[in-house]
């Protein structure tokens, strides 16, 4: 706790409305971070989680940014037991005649030279599990149905209701709403925006026996360009594979009668290169999809609450960085109940409004390139990265998470973009025929939900 923050205020009795500090809705990594700081600074937390961990869970590449966050957490040693090292991202393209390999080590930022790629189920219940160890009063199986921010004591109430029937009341000082893609609070408050410039759906699986790299490249994350999207490819340890095609609601709905199973291999099957390193492969769970329906929210926090990680924004995973967003809004997050629950009404603000800048950054910077990684001049100035001027450097401290702070990479990084843009208008032809067809490829709502609901 900071010198002037209160002592942990106690909890009441059996069958009256419970009191705590903060209460974090979702035990994911962005609620498990902030819950864990925040206990790790003094304050009376608890986290409510509406499922049981482990559970199935993708997103499990990380970025190497995350790795000094383990450290603070005191869960390194758990992460580095559970994950497969990940030196490098690797770029495969059907329009060109090699792959290109990213290597951590190479980006400016030389304290960052690797990541893990990780079972999503394990490493989310470590996280959990390191709260809990450190005092978070942790309830799975429990699912918070309505929060009141504006009762006259200054408290919120959060009321809740367990797998079991039991209706449950707390009163906290301060609520965080890290509920993932469920946006309870964002729904709630109605601050929830559709992004009008992509939508995609996830179709993906597991395999054993899919073919890997050698040494010390093993466990690099591969990302295959197709003519209607990309795919994933994350080695994981203990033999398994993760495989997933991010694509055009379009594309989707040319699936006609096919079954989901049936339509994803075919789109394996269509990538030659990713049909390569699969066909000795054997799938090992169920066909899954998901629309990767991109948002954003007008905003991250009020006078007593915080939104964090994909509560507040989701976009497309191309670059990895769900989980690195969503670990560093809850330690950021932790650091600005802090400074409203301990700091003056001005100094409070203050703070809520440095942490909206913070939280929109991070969807900002990546989807900049999200947005256009199917454009021919990007993919072309990925498959062929410049050394000039720090681009590539750059780039690869992008991927690396090194986005936040006095981090160096931005000057090069706009060189970047204006090289996009210069290409891009010396092959106009080229240019408008992929802006009509990214056009006609993102339907909105309707055609899109159906779209996924019809999978």
């Not at 009441?12 to 925040?38: E, H």
């Not at 090699?98 to 951590?104: I, L, S, V």
């Not at 699912?143 to 200054?154: A, I, K, N, T």
Request: proline content about 4%.
């Amino acid at each position: 706790m900071s010198a002037t923050a209160p002592a942990p205020t106690a909890t009441a009795t059996q069958g009256a409305a419970r009191t705590c500090d903060v209460l974090v809705i979702g035990g994911g990594p962005a609620g498990s971070t902030a819950a864990t700081r925040l206990r790790q600074m003094g304050y009376q937390v608890v986290l409510v989680e509406k499922s049981h961990h482990p559970r199935f869970h993708i997103g499990e590449s990380l970025l190497p940014a995350n790795l000094p966050l383990f450290e603070k957490l005191g869960v390194a040693k758990e992460i580095e037991a559970l994950g497969m090292p990940k030196l490098a991202a690797e770029f495969v393209s059907p329009w060109h005649d090699h792959c290109q390999e990213f290597r951590f080590a190479e980006s400016l930022n030389k304290a960052l030279p690797s990541a893990y790629q990780v079972e999503r189920a394990k490493f989310d219940f470590a996280l959990l599990n390191n709260a809990r160890n450190k005092g978070v009063e942790v309830l799975e199986g429990c699912e918070v149905r309505s929060v009141d921010l504006d009762r006259p004591d200054g408290m919120a109430e959060v009321q809740a209701r367990s797998e079991t029937g039991e209706n449950l009341t707390w009163r906290a000082r301060f609520v965080a709403d890290a509920s993932g893609r469920s946006t309870f609070l964002s729904n709630k408050l109605r601050l929830k925006e559709r992004s009008k410039d992509h939508n995609s759906v996830a179709i993906y699986s597991h395999f054993t026996g899919a073919e890997r790299r050698q040494g010390t490249a093993e466990g690099n994350i591969s990302l295959f360009w197709f003519d209607h999207g990309w795919f994933w490819y994350i080695p994981l340890r203990g033999g398994a594979t993760s495989v997933g095609m991010v694509t055009w609601p379009r594309f989707v709905k040319t699936r006609g009668q096919r079954s989901l199973s049936d339509f994803f291999m075919d789109g394996i099957a269509s990538c030659a290169p990713l049909a390569q390193r699969l066909k000795n492969a054997q799938r090992v769970i169920d066909v899954t999809a998901t629309g990767n329906f991109s948002y954003s929210s007008s905003r991250a926090s009020g006078r007593n609450y915080l939104l964090l990680g994909d509560a507040f924004a989701f976009v497309d995973p191309m670059f990895s960085s769900g989980v690195w967003l969503a670990m560093n809004s809850g330690d950021r997050g932790a650091g600005t109940i802090d400074t409203c629950l301990t700091r003056s009404s001005a100094q409070a603000a203050a703070a809520r409004r440095a942490f909206d800048r913070m939280m929109l950054k991070g969807p900002k910077e990546y989807s900049w390139f999200i947005h256009r990684i199917t454009h021919p001049t990007l993919r072309e100035m990925f498959m062929h990265p410049s050394e000039k001027l720090n681009m590539k450097a750059a780039l690869l401290s992008l991927l690396a998470g090194d986005i936040f702070d006095d981090t160096p990479i931005w000057r090069a990084i706009a060189l970047f973009k204006g090289a996009f843009y210069l290409v891009s208008l010396q092959n106009m032809g080229r240019t408008y025929a992929a802006w009509k067809e990214r056009r006609a490829n993102i339907q909105r709502e309707r055609a899109v939900e159906a779209s996924v609901t019809s999978v």
